[in-house]
């Protein structure tokens, strides 16, 4: 009896977790956060004086902001290695040259489009790539953030629930 009510648990908080990652996929898409007007034209310069360290990463910001505008209407997001499962991200304004650093490290990835002020740092398909082979680690969330203009402001966060396997692969 103990082992039936364990195994029914388990089931119970699984399905939650799988349950809650759905309804945040499905809230926080990235039409949703959509931006009215996309940058047209060259960026300007980068503004090496509008944020701390941005003289330190002055040839990544530089190259990645010469693509132009991929986020937000006419944001440029530049990420670089920083080591292993470790990237850091900036944001460019492709209009005035100002820079942000994001104020954490990505680990899995990210992900974002022109047209909207949606980023979503660790999105699940990232972390079940890095961690094919394994369990999810704990610190397995994904971060959903809406970009203000100035500042990312925390919509949700999701823990990655584990992996759905095929009723086919199963053994």
Not at 21 to 26: G, L, P, V
Not at 71 to 81: A, L, S
Not at 91 to 103: E, H, K, L, Q, T
Request: positive net charge.
């Amino acid at each position: 009896m103990r082992f039936v009510s364990s195994s029914l648990t388990l089931i119970l908080v699984a399905t939650t977790a799988l349950s809650s990652q759905e309804s945040a996929d499905s809230v926080h898409r990235f039409e949703t956060y959509a931006v009215s007007d996309t940058f047209r034209g060259k960026p300007v310069p980068v503004d090496l004086t509008s944020a701390p360290h941005a003289r330190r990463f002055a040839t990544v910001l530089r190259q990645g902001a010469a693509s132009g505008p991929n986020f937000g209407g006419h944001f440029t997001i530049v990420t670089w290695g920083c080591g292993t499962s470790c990237e850091q991200l900036a944001i460019v304004d492709a209009a005035s040259g100002r820079v942000w650093f994001y104020n954490r490290t990505l680990e899995v990835g990210v992900q974002f489009c022109l047209g909207s002020a949606l980023l979503v740092d660790g999105p699940p398909e990232d972390w079940y790539s890095a961690w094919e082979s394994v369990r999810l680690p704990n610190r397995a969330y994904t971060f959903y953030y809406r970009w203000t203009g100035h500042r990312f402001e925390l919509i949700d966060s999701v823990r990655v629930p584990p992996k759905r396997r095929s009723c086919l692969t199963c053994a």
